[in-house]
Nanobody
Framework: QVQLVESGGGLVQPGGSLRLSCAAS????????MGWYRQAPGKQRDLVAS???????KYSDSVQGRCTISRDNANNTIYLQMNGLKPEDTAVYYC???????????????WGKGTQVTVSS
């Protein structure tokens, strides 16, 4: 059983900052790419940022320059530091991990339950 647990969401004023965390636990042999996605009401789930196990990062155009994704491989945890938050950043933020549960298992796609981020004055 694999679990991804997000934390750090909340209500913040425009221009403020939040730091999201996501910890993966359970029967994990190896983790590859991890990332953050977000979904606003009535919209599709979109990539915010991703990071490989080697530390290479990718960001959506909408958050480039305002957000930083980082990773602690020893603890199977990723973080998303978000600065200069805007009302349009309001969404449920989901953690995603591509991982194997055994050495010869196929790589599976796992999701957390999400954490709400609301940017409002």
């Amino acid at each position: 059983q694999v679990q991804l647990v997000e934390s750090g969401g909340g209500l913040v004023q425009p221009g403020g900052s939040l730091r999201l965390s996501c910890a993966a636990s359970g029967s994990i042999f190896s983790i590859y790419d991890m990332g953050w996605y977000r979904q606003a009401p009535g919209k599709q789930r979109d990539l915010v940022a991703s990071i490989t196990n080697g530390g290479s990062t990718k960001y959506s155009d909408s958050v480039q320059g305002r957000c930083t994704i980082s990773r602690d491989n020893a603890n199977n945890t990723i973080y998303l530091q978000m600065n200069g938050l805007k009302p349009e950043d309001t969404a449920v933020y989901y953690c995603n991990a591509e991982l194997r549960i055994r050495s010869r298992a196929t790589i599976g796609d796992y999701w957390g339950k999400g954490t709400q981020v609301t940017v409002s004055s």
